[in-house]
């Protein structure tokens, strides 16, 4: 939730433009809660850090998770919890967070919960906590993961942020995706040895090797910007809805990182609400600060967010200007960093001519599907 804005940088000139529009924020009335984040704090643990209790180490660590629901604050029911332990098929813990005591007005709140588990030595590896937000009529949101590295010593990689984009189809049998990974390494990505993604429900199920050589040829931008990228070809076997790509990372030492799924098959994102004035006072002098708010949504999960930003349709140039989710409140005007909402601060001077501007908002993800709305905004 954004409690304050503070503008105290200078950015570059820019002519803004959007129009107040009532529909700002998406209509979805009986839609399912929307889980915008989760968290683990601390996302490792080391074993060789801590002192025995018994033959086991208690594990305690603080769950969180940004809930949006439509319906408002109040039909939030339950926001839950599972985990999983390396390779087990049953449960670790599981339990329900605790929703904040101080309730908005908005569909907006922040959970928080504490687990407390005990490992053995034998037990290391990647953990994974899935979380979901159920409403007062049932409806259950998508499940969010997030990692929990449990080592002794040195840690296992980690990795997020999975792509699969379509570059080419030949005939109507087979595709060719790039696949993309961001993986780290506490002891640095030098460590790293394997980087694999292996599709299922196609012909061929062969784990392919994944580069960060920065060569064209496996669809790597930049070497050593620790994502990793590969391209390959599939044949679905019945149809792409079917297809699932799973990514995982090895290190030196052999130990394994999580395991990051997703579907071939891809919803475009979209945006639920555009937070931004419909008229800026032109000043006489000096220099008059605005912010943007826009908040996205993806059904594949808001690490599916690939960028958002925006461009003045009326400048005869118009350049893409990104927004931001960092949390960085002083250069973007962001409060909370990982919240499905990206801000940017403008500047309106006394050499920017009034009259009305027009605005592209746009939203990709990391399939390549974008959604567009345009704004208006009159200088006076």
């Known amino acids: 939730m954004r409690t304050s804005h503070v503008f ?31 968290s683990v ?9 801590m002192s025995t209790t018994g033959s086991s180490y208690q594990i305690t660590v603080l769950l969180g998770a940004v809930v949006n629901d439509a319906q408002g604050a109040t039909d939030i029911a339950a ?17 329900t967070l605790t929703v904040a005591s101080s309730v908005p007005a908005t569909g907006t709140v922040t959970c928080t919960g504490t687990v407390v ?16 937000a159920t409403d007062n009529a049932g409806r259950t949101s998508s499940r969010v993961s997030t990692a929990l590295a449990v080592i002794k010593g040195r840690s296992a990689p ?3 942020l999975p792509g699969a984009r379509t570059l080419a189809a030949s005939g109507t049998d087979s595709t060719l995706y790039g696949m993309t990974i961001t993986a780290s390494d506490s002891n640095g990505l030098g460590e790293i040895s394997l980087v694999t993604v292996k599709p299922s429900g196609t012909r061929n199920t062969s784990a392919v090797t994944m580069f960060d050589d920065g060569l064209p040829s496996h669809g790597d931008a930049l070497a050593g910007d620790g994502i990793y990228s590969t391209r390959m070809w599939l044949a679905p076997l019945t149809s792409i809805q079917e297809v699932v790509f799973e990514y ?26 555009l937070s931004i004035p419909a008229t800026i006072q032109h000043p006489s002098s000096g220099t008059t600060f605005v ?49 499905a909402t990206y801000s940017r601060i403008v500047s309106i001077d006394a050499s920017t001519a009034t009259g009305i501007r027009q605005f592209q908002f746009s939203v990709t993800d990391r399939a390549g599907a974008r959604a567009d709305t345009v704004r208006n905004i009159t200088i006076n």
């Open 79 to 95: 926001v839950s919890y599972v985990l999983w332990g390396p390779g087990n098929d049953t449960p670790v813990s599981r339990g």
């Open 248 to 273: 995982q990372a090895f290190d030196k030492r052999g130990q394994q990182s999580n395991v990051v799924h997703r579907q071939a098959s891809n919803d475009p994102p979209h945006f639920v609400r």
């Open 117 to 132: 588990f005990p490992v053995t030595r034998s037990q290391t590896g990647t953990y994974r906590i899935e979380i979901s």
């Open 8 to 38: 105290s940088c200078l950015l570059p000139f820019l002519m803004i433009a959007c129009e107040k529009n009532p529909m700002d924020a998406i209509d979805s009335h009986g839609a399912a809660p929307f889980l915008q984040s989760a």
């Open 158 to 160: 980690v990795i997020s």
């Open 291 to 339: 912010s943007f708010f826009a908040t996205v949504a993806d059904n594949n999960g808001l690490d599916d967010i690939d960028s958002v930003y925006f461009r003045n349709l009326s400048s005869a140039t118009p350049t893409s200007l990104l927004m931001y989710d960092d949390g960085d409140l002083v250069v973007h005007g962001d409060s909370v960093a990982h919240d």
């Open 41 to 49: 704090s601390p996302t490792s643990v080391d074993l060789d850090a």
